[in-house]
């Protein structure tokens, strides 16, 4: 097994072959929970056009996953620019390359999947839970515009009734009741996450390529065409999620999700 790092200072990506056919992408930010900055996004946008892996599971180090976005200091007189630039740019362009990868991709959520994290491991085909994390949608919490495109993945994921429980309330949920809901697919003890991830991965990688790659991208077909949108609509959901960048309440709650206190929302 050989072992390299894509991405420099705070955040890395390490990159990994622990089966034959089978390369592993770690998220490395142990000093902020696995939080998705600019040199991890840029690692995984970077990597994964380049990989000939036929499996790839992306994990996180130890007992973390992702806690999402990496907005919590940004300094306040490039607030609006910067965090508009890190979740509209960086972000979509990670989950744009992981989405894109021609043969299959599974997560192996080891920790807390939140916000940015958790769409992370929804852009991939499959995902294992650890027994004892939990995963949530937070942007209710943030006064955050969440993107079309990220919400359609929801919807086709755990259909709209979920989604809006889990955008509209907010609420962490617990990996059992993530497998019900179909937004994991197995839940596994902590000790064993690592054994059955492989697992998996070494018999996806083995299956036969062609219709590996055929049956993804008949699946991806037929979910874009349902979520096709006019083009206007696409406007105005683009335009309101560009314009919560610069609202006072998207400032406010970001900061009290990082100070551990109620935000004072204000309405604009």
């Known amino acids: 097994m050989s072992s390299t790092d894509a991405g420099t200072e705070r955040g890395r990506l390490l990159v990994d072959e622990p089966a034959p056919g089978v390369t592993r992408l770690t998220i490395s930010n142990p000093g902020k929970r696995g939080a998705l900055d600019h040199p991890i996004l840029d690692a995984f946008a970077q990597t994964m056009p380049a990989l000939d892996a036929r499996c790839v599971l992306i994990t996180g180090e130890q007992t973390t996953f992702s806690a999402g976005y990496d907005i919590s200091d940004l300094p306040d007189s490039v607030f609006a620019d910067e965090a508009e630039r890190l979740v509209a740019h960086p972000f979509a362009a990670a989950i744009d390359a992981i989405d894109a990868y021609p043969f299959p991709t599974l997560a192996a959520l080891n920790g807390h999947a939140i916000g940015g994290g958790l769409e992370l491991a929804l852009a991939c085909d499959l995902r294992i839970a650890s027994a004892k994390i939990a995963l949530a949608m937070p942007p209710a919490k943030l006064g955050l515009v969440y993107s079309h495109t990220g919400i359609q993945k929801f919807i086709d994921t755990i259909g709209a009734a979920r989604t809006r429980q889990l955008f509209l309330l907010g609420r962490r949920i ?41 049956n993804k991208r008949v699946m991806r077909a037929v979910l874009e065409a349902r979520g096709a949108l006019e083009a206007d609509v696409e406007r105005e959901l683009i335009e309101l999620r560009r314009a919560c960048f610069s609202s006072q309440d998207f400032r406010e709650g970001v900061r009290a999700f990082a100070q551990k206190r109620k935000p004072d929302w204000q309405g604009r």
């Open 174 to 214: 617990d990996a059992p009741t993530a497998c019900a809901w179909g937004l994991v697919n197995a839940v596994v003890e902590p000790d064993r996450l690592l054994e059955v991830a492989l697992d998996w991965s070494s018999e996806i990688a083995g299956n036969a390529p062609l219709a590996q790659l055929g």
